[in-house]
């Protein structure tokens, strides 16, 4: 389960990868080098041709993996492999749009027969209450985001329909690494938690150990995404750049 993935790591950070960059067989390298390094569950992009939550450099990522020739069958054909490559929990992160277009059932169905255990939908709007039933029947952990903007009645609505654990965005607006985090996070990570039995992981503009360490005071699991691709994008062996850019956020 993802959720004891989590409580049951000391230092539970999850990375953040872009499928199919640079191809989707070394992505299968990537997962298994952060898997190695100590992330206590992955967190697997699509690409998307309008992906609104993304910051530049996951844009960037994006653009890169579908002019690669990323495709969602070449996903399928992989899954299986990078799912039994490790002990940890995979967890599909993409736009509606992608899972929408093979039928949103059939979709969740064919990931959690491959073994992912866990899917995040940015543009889910807040009463998605049939979808979270859905993964519930398939046995996928439907995970939601929290902005730092939803109200008490919203969040209410988001999190009563979440499995795995809750996504708390730290910033206003998207995804990419921050020098500074807004000191508001832990006030937002506690009243999350005072609504939930679930683990609640920061993401959003995390990219030094620094602010891991700051963020584990108070969240139970942060989430490092732009930092990782952008040392995966720049690197001449992407594999191991994703290995020792994993460990130097203070890994254990």
Not at 25 to 47: F, H, M, N, Q, V
Not at 150 to 171: D, H, L, M, N, P
Not at 202 to 207: A, E, I, P, T
Request: proline share 6%.
């Amino acid at each position: 389960m993802i959720s004891d993935a989590i409580r049951n790591k000391n230092r539970a950070v999850i990375p953040y990868i872009t499928a199919g960059l640079p191809d989707l067989e070394t992505t299968g390298e990537i997962i298994r080098a952060l898997s190695d390094a100590g992330a206590a569950a992955i967190e697997i992009g699509l690409p998307f041709s309008d992906p609104m939550a993304d910051g530049p450099v996951l844009q960037k990522a994006s653009h890169m993996a579908l002019q690669a020739g990323f495709t969602m069958e070449g996903l399928m054909e992989n899954l299986e492999g990078w799912t039994s490559s490790t002990d940890i929990p995979l967890i599909i992160m993409s736009y509606i749009n992608p899972i929408m277009r093979g039928g949103m059932k059939e979709t969740l169905e064919s990931f959690r027969g491959e073994g992912v255990q866990g899917v995040i939908i940015p543009d889910l709007p807040a009463d998605a209450r049939d979808l979270f039933n859905l993964c519930r029947g398939i046995g996928i952990d439907l995970i939601r985001l929290v902005a730092p903007t939803t109200t008490v009645s919203r969040k209410k609505e988001v999190i009563s329909g979440c499995r795995g654990f809750v996504y708390a965005v730290s910033v206003k607006g998207v995804t990419g690494a921050r020098t500074a985090l807004p000191e508001e996070v832990s006030s937002q990570v506690k009243a999350i938690k005072a609504m939930t039995d679930l683990p609640v992981c920061v993401g959003f503009g995390v990219s030094t150990a620094r602010q891991v360490d700051d963020m584990l005071a108070f969240a139970d699991g942060v989430i490092v995404g732009s930092h990782i691709m952008a040392v995966i994008m720049d690197a001449p062996d992407p594999v191991k750049a994703a290995y020792d850019c994993f460990r130097e956020l203070g890994m254990e």
